[in-house]
């Protein structure tokens, strides 16, 4: 069975400090990966897809990268990052193409301070 | 245009009596449509999705919701909520002219009095 792994689960970094989150997916072959974020009462913000390696579509300008270097694994970066920053972020993995649903992984409680 | 719009923010009911979580999408094609449900701090379980075959579409924990192409509307309900239930209900909606992403909802919370 396919599974999701989103980590870490909480983090605090200070302003201007860079960021890495990691995501993996197992079970499956070439995925589609996505970032997403979610602020309160705001449901989930898309903020990049990719659909192979090195394959990255950026959906919002912000302050945070993506990079996809293997198949089934998915970084999600910031070289400063800003106190907006601060959220919960979630990878997710579909199967492609096709609007079809989309699993994700436990989440990432980002606070910058 | 708003794509998928959850009516309600916050949802209240007394543990037994029905859940009613109301969602209307707008699509010019036949979309997918999906939910999902969220425990604090955690990631998004997918409840159901319809994807142009029945159109009462039945899903886990006894959540089932409707397709009303006529209303546009994908409402969820349950007929007897459970404390198990609180939580945040996204309606989500995807298709050819989203680019085959997923769009969601604002997210419903629902409590569950005892």
């Known amino acids: 069975s396919q599974t999701i792994h989103q980590w870490p689960a909480t983090l605090v970094q200070p302003v201007g400090s860079p960021l890495s989150l990691e995501c993996t997916v197992e079970?499956?072959?070439?995925?589609?990966l996505y970032w997403y974020r979610q602020a309160a009462g705001r449901g989930l913000q898309l903020l990049f897809y990719?659909?192979?390696?090195?394959?990255i579509s950026s959906e919002v300008p912000q302050n945070l990268s993506a990079s996809r270097p293997q198949d089934r694994q998915f970084i999600l970066s910031s070289k400063k990052l800003l106190l907006s920053d601060s959220g919960f972020y979630l990878c997710?993995?579909?199967?492609?193409?096709?609007?079809?649903?989309?699993?994700f992984g436990q989440g990432t409680r980002l606070t910058v301070v | 245009a708003q794509s998928v719009t959850q009516l309600d923010s916050h949802v209240s009911v007394s543990e037994g009596t029905p859940v009613l979580l109301r969602c209307n999408y707008s699509?010019?094609?036949?979309?997918?449509l999906f939910w999902y449900v969220q425990h604090p701090n955690k990631g998004l379980q997918l409840l159901l999705k319809?994807?142009?075959?029945?159109?009462l579409v039945k899903g886990i924990n006894g959540f089932e919701a409707e397709f009303k192409k006529s209303e546009t509307s994908f409402h969820l309900t349950k007929p007897s909520a459970h404390m198990s239930d609180a939580a945040e209900y996204f309606c989500?909606?995807?298709?050819?002219?989203?680019?085959?992403?997923?769009?969601f909802g604002a997210g419903t919370i629902l409590r569950v009095k005892s």
């Open positions: 997710a993995w579909s199967v492609g193409p096709g609007a079809t649903e989309a699993f």
């Open positions: 079970g499956t072959s070439n995925p589609n």
């Open positions: 990719s659909v192979g390696i090195g394959q």
């Open positions: 699509s010019s094609y036949s979309p997918s």
């Open positions: 319809y994807t142009s075959a029945a159109t």
């Open positions: 989500v909606v995807s298709g050819m002219e989203y680019g085959n992403k997923l769009v």
